[in-house]
């Protein structure tokens, strides 16, 4: 009896302990990529994006679609959780939700 079940638990560890194989990077075709440190936008680019994103929050608020800054400070939030408790259900959490 015992030897019936340690030898699939021999047989599994030895398993296991081949599939881990260690090997370094570089026999595996892997190596470390060094990249030299640039900047990625120029300052006149940066300067041309900041202008643009400027130039579109000043027509969405135009357009209503966005409030001045003035006013997101002030606004309060209301974090309302959109789901309710069934009536039948009377434990105390619910917090699954499913599509099926």
């Known amino acids: 009896m015992r030897k019936a ?3 699939p638990v021999l047989v599994v560890a030895w398993l296991m302990g081949y599939a881990q194989e260690v090997n370094p ?3 595996m075709g892997g190596r470390e990529v060094i990249l030299e440190k640039s900047e ?3 300052d006149q680019e940066r300067a041309q994006i900041k202008a643009m994103l400027k130039a579109n929050e000043e027509r969405l608020i135009r357009e209503g ?3 001045p800054a003035e006013q997101l ?3 309060a939030v209301k974090f309302n959780w959109p789901l309710k408790q069934m009536a039948s259900y009377n434990y105390n959490c619910y917090y699954a939700i499913s599509k099926g």
């Open 5 to 7: 079940i340690s030898t």
């Open 25 to 27: 990077p570089e026999k």
């Open 40 to 42: 990625c936008i120029t």
């Open 65 to 67: 679609k966005l409030k």
């Open 73 to 75: 400070k002030t606004a």
